[in-house]
């Protein structure tokens, strides 16, 4: 036998299997069926984590209510394996695309096959297989939508909230510093009337908080496990009260509240809560992309842009203008924006393919689900260290564009009426001059008057 492969069985025969690898059959035969996307878009670590935290739940499950099938023995290779998985030592054991069969189920085998050939190597004798031990009482129609709402609720609670909320202190800290400054506002890109650019961070501040609040509110829903269901919801070949049980056990071992959800049949076909989920994400994304734009317009410069403010200088800018300098955060942030975007379509349309007892589009929805949440956390980290903390204000800009706008008249309409005003504002654009001096040459206020009530930065009202 050539020492660089073993023979492996499943129920459709012999294959070769690498003989370094723990993966068995199945694993083999999606390997070599599914040559798409290798190397770039394999499932992604966090399901495989997230599966390797049902299966010990499993186990652990199992051997409560039917000891004789998972014995002690079992569930201990089993639980030490799943522990190795999830501190990554397995990695190179996991090769499969997402492009896949649309259940997951090559992914699910590939998880007991490796649990199975580790398991038994730890115990020194064949004492598991992948589907009567490592795959007991479950099937992938229930442990790969399982999978996939643990990896989410664990990105969204220990990498995207925290990022966000990163932010939100960075923002914080710039209003506090900042107070007191007031600028000019602006409307569909035109001049209006005066803010405070505590406020204008104030915006961008609560905008990232609501979205926190979202995301919070779309984690229950996700908490609900769908395991217990089996194939098609029923429950078949789970032992009674399996399903509660094993959500109890993969809380514990996740350190978060997952329950088991009341509908089985819908837990298996809808994934109406991974879309919601998403949604919130893409409301981050829209936010953020605001955000960025907002810093990168009032950085724009630096002489002939609005220039209200100083960003960190992080790199070059250009390859053939010496000096230039891009606001090269605010740019990863809206193309990782359009990203979360696009995913959120991919999302919803793999969704609405729910066919009877199951949706099979299920290694897709997970692979644009991870990365929006991936990207968004460490594009949010990023925003945050190289640039929001290093945002200063351009006082002397905002000084004089805040004196120069000519809505600033707005708040003569209460001495003048608003058609006066208007009046002044054409007459000082037209002929380049000030709103007093507009105001004074058309006769409708002295200038000692208008000095009285033209009060620009009392205007902001902060």
Known sequence: MNSNYRIEHDSMGEMKVPADKYWGAQTQRSHENFPIGV???????????????????????????????MTEAKLDVISKVCDEIREGGLSDNFPLVVWQ??????????????????????????????????????????????????????????????????????????????????????????DAVPISFAQEISGWRSSLERDIQMIKLSLAPLKELALGGTAVGTGLNAPKGFDKLVAAKAALLAGTDFTSAENKFH????????????????????????????????????????????IPENEPGSSIMPGKVNPTQCEQVTMVAVQVMGNDAAIGFAASQGNFELNVFLPVIAYNFIQSARLMADSILSFTNNCVVGITPNKEKMHENLHRSLMLGTALNPYIGYENVARCAHKALEENISLKEACVELGYMTPEAFDEVFHPEEMAGE
């Open 39 to 69: 190397g770039l878009e394999q499932m992604p670590c966090e399901i495989i984590e997230a599966f390797a935290i049902l299966k010990k739940a499993a186990a652990m499950a199992n051997h409560e209510l039917k000891p004789e099938k």
């Open 101 to 190: 069969t649309g259940s997951g189920t090559q992914s699910n085998m590939n998880v007991n096959e490796v649990i199975a050939g580790r398991g038994n190597e730890i115990a020194g004798e064949k004492l598991l297989h992948p589907n009567d031990d490592v795959n007991m009482s479950q099937s992938s129609n229930d442990t790969y939508p399982t999978a996939l709402h643990i990896s989410a609720v664990l990105l969204l609670e220990n990498r995207l909230i925290p990022a966000v909320e990163t932010l939100v202190t960075a923002f914080k800290k710039l209003e506090e510093e900042n107070k007191g400054i007031v600028k000019s506002g602006r409307t569909h890109l035109q």
């Open 267 to 310: 837990a298996l076909t809808s994934r109406d809560e991974i879309v919601f989920a998403h949604g919130a994400v893409k409301a981050l994304a829209a936010d953020m992309m605001k955000i960025a734009n907002d810093v990168r317009w009032l950085s724009s410069g630096p002489r002939c842009g609005l220039g209200e403010i100083h």
